[in-house]
C-alpha cells in the first residue's frame, strides 16, 4: 500500500527533536511520498536540506503563505520568483486567503494570491490553496484567474458540498486530512457525494492530528486513520482508498 502526503510541513521545529524517526514511521506505515508546502523565505533553506536527506521521497512546493503576507510581502514574492527560475519545485503553495487571525492584509493577500497564481500558470504547476474564513473571498479570485491552466489542491478542505463542487468546478482536489475524522469536522456527512477521483491525502502535520491524536503532534504516518475513515465514509478497502488518492496525487503532481 503506497499513501501519499500531499501536504506536510517536514521542516517544522516541532520534528526538530525525532525528524528521522518520525520519518521512519510514515515509511514502515507505508507513506513514501511526502509534498512540502513552503510557508515564507525562512523556511527555504530547511526544505532544501529535508529534500536532500530524503531525496526518493521529498517533493517540495514554493510559495508565499496567506498569513506570512506582510508589509515585506513584495521581496517574499521577489523570492519565490527567484527559487522558481532556479529550480524545479512540483506546486505553487500554500498559498490562498486567510482572514481567520486577521484582515488588514485582505488586498495583499489578494495581490498575492492572483500573482503567484499566474506563476503557476508560467511554470504549467498546480497550485495548493490554504482557504481559511475566505470561500468567497477565493471564489472571486479562481473565477478571474479559471481555465484548463489552473489546477491543483483545495487543502485542507473544510467547506460544504456546494463548496466542494464549486472547489472542483475550477480543476481543484479536495485534500482530505485529520478534520474528516473530527466528530464536528461536518465534511464526512457528504463526502461519500463525491467521487474519490476528487479527493487527496495530507496530514498539514504537525497540525490538525487526527483522532484518537486530536489536540497532540500531527505526523504523517497519521494519515492511516484518515484513509480508514476514508473507508469506512466510501465503503470499500483501505488499499482502494491508498491507491486511488495516490493516482490522484500522481496525475495532478506529474510524479
Known amino acids: 500500500m503506497i499513501i501519499t502526503d500531499t501536504h506536510t510541513h517536514l521542516y517544522s521545529e516541532e520534528f526538530e527533536l525525532d525528524r528521522n524517526e518520525m520519518m521512519q514511521r510514515a515509511i514502515i506505515a507505508g507513506v513514501t511520498r511526502f509534498f512540502v508546502p ?23 512546493m ?8 506582510k508589509e515585506n510581502y513584495q521581496e517574499e514574492l521577489k523570492h519565490v520568483e527567484a527559487e522558481l527560475a532556479k529550480r524545479k519545485f512540483f506546486a505553487i503553495g500554500e498559498i490562498g486567503i486567510d482572514l481567520y487571525w486577521d484582515k488588514t492584509h485582505l488586498k495583499e493577500q489578494q495581490f498575492a494570491f492572483k500573482f503567484q497564481i ?20 477565493i471564489f472571486e479570485v479562481l473565477e ?30 479536495l485534500g482530505i486530512g485529520g478534520v474528516v475524522t473530527f466528530k464536528n469536522g461536518k465534511i464526512d456527512q ?38 480508514q475513515k476514508l473507508a ?24
Not at 515564507?40 to 517533493?59: G, I, R
Not at 478542505?157 to 480543476?171: D, K, V
Not at 465514509?233 to 506529474?254: M, Q
Open 232 to 255: 469506512e465514509i466510501y465503503s470499500i478497502p483501505t488499499d482502494k482508498i491508498a491507491e486511488i488518492t495516490t493516482k490522484n496525487s500522481k496525475d495532478l503532481f506529474g510524479i
Open 190 to 227: 457528504f463526502l461519500n457525494q463525491i467521487d474519490l477521483k476528487h479527493i487527496v491525502l495530507e496530514t498539514d502535520s504537525p497540525y490538525l492530528a487526527p483522532i484518537p491524536y486530536r489536540g497532540k503532534r500531527n505526523e504523517s504516518s497519521y494519515i492511516i486513520n484518515v484513509v
Open 118 to 137: 499566474q506563476l503557476a500558470k508560467k511554470y504549467k504547476l498546480p497550485i495548493v490553496i490554504h482557504c481559511r474564513d475566505a470561500f468567497d473571498e
Open 62 to 69: 514554493m510559495g508565499l503563505h496567506p498569513t506570512y503576507v
Open 144 to 173: 478571474s484567474e479559471k481555465g484548463d491552466d489552473l489546477y491543483g489542491i483545495f487543502h485542507c478542505f473544510t467547506g460544504t458540498y456546494e463548496q466542494a463542487l464549486r472547489a472542483i468546478s475550477f480543476n481543484m482536489k
Open 38 to 60: 513552503a510557508i515564507d523565505s525562512t523556511c527555504t533553506q530547511s526544505m532544501y536540506d529535508l529534500e536532500e536527506a530524503y531525496p526518493e521521497n521529498v517533493f517540495l
